[in-house]
């Protein structure tokens, strides 16, 4: 895989980490029947060691490109990496995925695969699924879209009350999810503070924080109540 700085800004295609299939857009691992879901931040580690290719990541490198502004300790990124090694089940003391260099930063070991074409990469325009909003309309891909203040989000808000990753609507086929990422200020649905993740349904009304963002999730083909404007 190519090799970037900005690790967090990599392509953010599937690739294979030894026996592990790794899908960053939908924050997943899978092996053998076996799907373990990682918190994004943790996949965004995750996706910047794979760009480094079996080098060394730098622990400074690491927090630049994921936390970015973010003021974090050591410690932080100590406890993602943990947060890794026990998804993929490694031993620290004899690791098979993430090695560990003293005072340096980190590396895998396991080599890194390419997995072309295995998460669709770009929108398209015939797509089921959409957001409205004053602004206009986004389209949904299959898979994780992410709704947050970082420029890497797929429908990003440059707002202050945003959390980095605020949210995600998961879309699998005809079906969608909406998720809070552990928000600070929250993701509300139909005007409840949204505590799991729910189905969403043609018309429901999706608030980022009380008063931040608003917008309508529209399904195509389903004129119900989706001609009904943002308040």
């Known amino acids: 895989m190519r090799h970037e700085q900005d690790g967090a800004a990599a392509s953010r295609q599937a690739f294979r980490l030894g026996a592990w299939l790794v899908e960053p857009a939908l924050d997943r691992i899978s092996r053998d029947g076996t799907v373990v879901r990682l918190r994004p931040r943790a996949m965004d580690v995750l996706v910047v060691l794979a760009a480094a290719a079996g080098t060394l990541a730098a622990k400074q490198q690491l927090v630049d490109a994921v936390w970015r502004t973010e003021f974090v300790s050591d410690h932080a990124l100590t406890q993602v990496i943990a947060e890794l090694r026990a998804a993929f089940g490694d031993d620290a003391r004899r690791p098979a995925y993430i090695e560990n260099i003293p005072r340096r930063g980190y590396r895998l070991v396991a080599a890194v695969t390419p997995v072309a074409a295995a998460v669709p990469a770009t929108r398209q325009a015939s797509l089921p699924c959409k957001l409205r909003s004053d602004q206009g309309d986004h389209l949904l891909r299959q898979g994780a879209n992410v709704i947050g203040r970082t420029g890497d989000a797929d429908i990003c808000i440059d707002r202050s009350e945003v959390s980095r990753c605020h949210a995600r609507i998961l879309v699998e086929g005809a079906d969608a999810t909406l998720e ?12 409840a503070r949204l505590g799991q993740p729910t189905a969403l349904s043609d018309g429901d009304e999706i608030w980022i924080g009380r008063s931040v963002a608003r917008f309508r999730f529209l399904v195509a083909g389903e004129p119900t109540r989706t001609e009904q404007s943002v308040p």
């Open 180 to 191: 809070d990422l552990g928000s600070k200020n929250g993701t509300y649905l139909n005007g």
